[in-house]
């Protein structure tokens, strides 16, 4: 069953932490991060406040919960043993695809280090798929670190629509103020490509981009002594 069906389920249903955090993570996609109090939640569930504390100690613990509700939606692909760096192109496109049918949860995520067991496996994942690339466990980290800051900075401004904000303002100044011309000669060139953003295309190239360095790397690196 669905966040959607669940929510129009009877509310009669026992009350759950799972119930809870599902409604929570249907609010936030609704009506955003700001909307998500225990007041609130408590009169969507059709429950007093105070029974909320049972199952969620407080606002913290519910936004983790969130978080490992909708990690819990990323489908982790099955490891390709001759091909590593495919497993690891299958986690980033998973968690943009996830990521972008919540994109009012993405705020969240840079502050929200894995700790639920979803998050964990996610990562467990990754980890894998970069040992068995060929890096030893050090620089996988710095391969994990950086992978993931690419896809959540991708995601933050993809969701967040700075680029095509950004693209539709400068167009529309330009053709109106000359004084583009003299000032701002390659923001005038750039802009009509500032409009036509292709976002799947960018993440790919972007994925490309790092996935040579990480060969060079693997290429040089000795076999690792774990698989």
């Known amino acids: 069953m669905n966040l959607v069906e669940r929510g129009n ?14 409604a929570a993570v249907r609010l936030v996609d ?9 007041r609130r939640l408590a009169t969507d569930l059709g429950v007093g406040t105070m029974s909320l504390y049972t199952y969620v100690p407080n606002k913290e613990d519910l936004l983790d919960g969130v978080i490992g509700i909708v990690i819990s939606e990323i489908r982790i692909p099955v490891p390709e043993p001759t091909n590593p760096l495919g497993s690891v192109r299958g986690l980033l496109r998973e968690f943009r695809r996830v990521s972008n049918l919540h994109p009012n949860l993405v705020p969240l995520l840079p502050s929200r280090p894995p700790a ?3 998050a964990l496996r996610l990562v467990e994942a990754g980890f894998d798929a ?15 670190r950086l992978l993931v800051s690419y896809v959540i900075g991708f995601v933050s401004v993809e969701t967040g629509g700075y680029f ?3 693209a539709e303002a400068a167009f529309r100044t330009i053709p109106s103020d000359p004084r583009f011309l003299e000032q701002f000669p390659r923001l ?20 490309d981009a790092y996935f040579s360095h990480l060969q060079d790397r693997s290429a040089a690196a000795p076999a690792p002594s774990e698989r």
């Open 164 to 166: 095509r904000t950004a």
């Open 188 to 207: 005038l060139e750039a802009g009509p490509h500032l409009v036509e953003w292709d976002a799947d295309a960018e993440f790919e190239a972007g994925i």
């Open 116 to 118: 639920t067991p979803e």
């Open 9 to 22: 389920a009877d509310n009669r249903e026992p009350l759950s932490r799972e119930r809870i955090l599902e």
């Open 30 to 38: 609704s009506e955003g991060l700001g909307a998500v109090t225990m």
């Open 130 to 144: 970069l040992r068995r690339l060929g890096l030893d466990a050090g620089k996988a980290v710095q391969a994990y």
